[in-house]
């Protein structure tokens, strides 16, 4: 099991540039969520989805786009990239139901807007 | 709306020092609150606590929840270099996500 990866590790945008972020599981995990952390504020998060086909915002949704087309996939885009949107991005999953409400979270990217 | 609180945000000791993080909560419907462990790269897990009372151990690591007065500690006795982290709490309470804390970023100096 890889768990769960982001790609990619790093990446530098110029203003107005647009990118995607994938998040990929291998757990069949329902539940994924896209988190940005800024020094001071904790993990905040941007949008999730509770199954293939939905999402949902979260507390920063503004800037950001996501789709779910597979389960294993979650995408993060950002259609016109801003300085503040400068930012370690995590991604994470955890399943529907079981014994454990664990989050398991992928690696991180690092964006970088100038 | 739901609301985690840590505190210290951030907190500086000696090795051999004994620390405790404090978590406290507001949310409807709660179900468990976990522990996170952040070093350079993404969180990961220490403890899920669901009952008031029973201590979680893991090494030099324990966690407690008060479920009564809504929060919940993390205790780290005889603190070594590598506990230097932030440390995360969050609170599951149900089909919604996870609502995490900012966090209490611990350095543990020689």
């Known amino acids: 099991n890889a768990g769960v990866t982001q790609t990619p590790k790093f990446r530098v945008l110029k203003t107005g540039q647009s990118m995607t972020l994938l998040c990929a599981q291998d757990m069949n995990h329902e539940y994924m969520y896209w988190y940005r952390q800024d020094p001071g504020m904790g993990l905040r998060l941007i949008h999730y989805?509770?199954?293939?086909?939905?999402?949902a915002k979260g507390e920063v949704p503004d800037g950001y786009n996501v789709s779910r087309l597979k389960k294993q996939n979650f995408l993060l885009g950002l259609e016109s990239a801003a300085p503040s949107q400068t930012s370690v991005y995590f991604c994470?999953?955890?399943?529907?139901?079981?014994?454990?409400?664990?989050?398991?979270f992928g690696p991180g990217t690092r964006l970088t807007v100038t | 709306e739901d609301k985690v609180v840590q505190s210290p945000l951030s907190l500086v000791v000696h090795e051999g020092d004994t620390v405790t993080l404090n978590c406290s909560y507001e949310v409807t419907n709660f179900r468990s609150l976990l522990w996170y462990k952040q070093e350079k790269k993404a969180p990961t897990f220490l403890f899920m606590l669901t009952s008031s009372g029973i201590e979680k151990k893991s090494g030099r690591l324990s966690s407690i929840l008060d479920k009564k007065e809504l929060f919940s500690i993390l205790n780290i006795t005889a603190t070594q270099t590598g506990d230097s982290a932030i440390y995360l709490c969050?609170?599951?309470?149900?089909?919604?996500?996870?609502?995490f804390g900012k966090g209490t970023r611990l350095s543990v100096i020689a």
């Open positions: 994470a999953s955890r399943p529907l139901s079981g014994p454990s409400y664990e989050q398991y």
């Open positions: 969050a609170v599951n309470s149900g089909n919604t996500p996870l609502v």
């Open positions: 989805s509770v199954g293939e086909g939905t999402t």
